[in-house]
């Protein structure tokens, strides 16, 4: 069983940055795939970043393209979100999730069931 934590949210500034970890305690295959989601109040979920877990391949929606990164390390068994120039409509939950098989093409990671998700880390841009 994987289980996944996520941390490194908080309050920053319009413009400011932060780097969300998810921590993965078990498992991960390169041939996972890995995803970023987040849920703001009254919303739906939305996908924000994926990757092969080979590190081969990251998609981005086209609302964070340019300002966030997705990586992994594997000695540490952890994936990152790096944001930049947050703005206020980033504001949300955000969760990290991993689906057992490859997506392809990968920009279809954001619709599929993924099997493990972890527990969210709030993030809120605000001045």
């Known amino acids: 069983q994987l289980q996944l934590v996520e941390s490194g949210g908080g309050l920053v500034q319009p413009g400011g940055s932060l780097r969300l970890s998810c921590v993965a305690s078990g498992f991960i295959s390169d041939t996972y795939t890995i995803s970023w989601f987040r849920q703001a109040p009254g919303k739906e979920r939305e996908g924000v970043s994926c990757?092969?877990?080979?590190?081969?391949?990251?998609n981005y929606a086209d609302s964070v393209k340019g300002r966030f990164t997705i990586s992994r390390d594997n000695a540490q068994n952890t994936v990152y979100l790096q944001m930049n120039n947050l703005k206020p409509e980033d504001t949300a939950v955000y969760y990290c999730?991993?689906?057992?098989?490859?997506?392809?093409?990968?920009?279809?990671?954001?619709?599929?069931?993924?099997?493990?998700w972890g527990q969210g880390t709030q993030v809120t841009v605000s001045s």
């Open positions: 990757m092969h877990a080979s590190g081969r391949n990251t």
């Open positions: 999730a991993v689906y057992a098989s490859p997506v392809w093409p990968l920009s279809r990671c954001y619709i599929v069931r993924s099997n493990y």
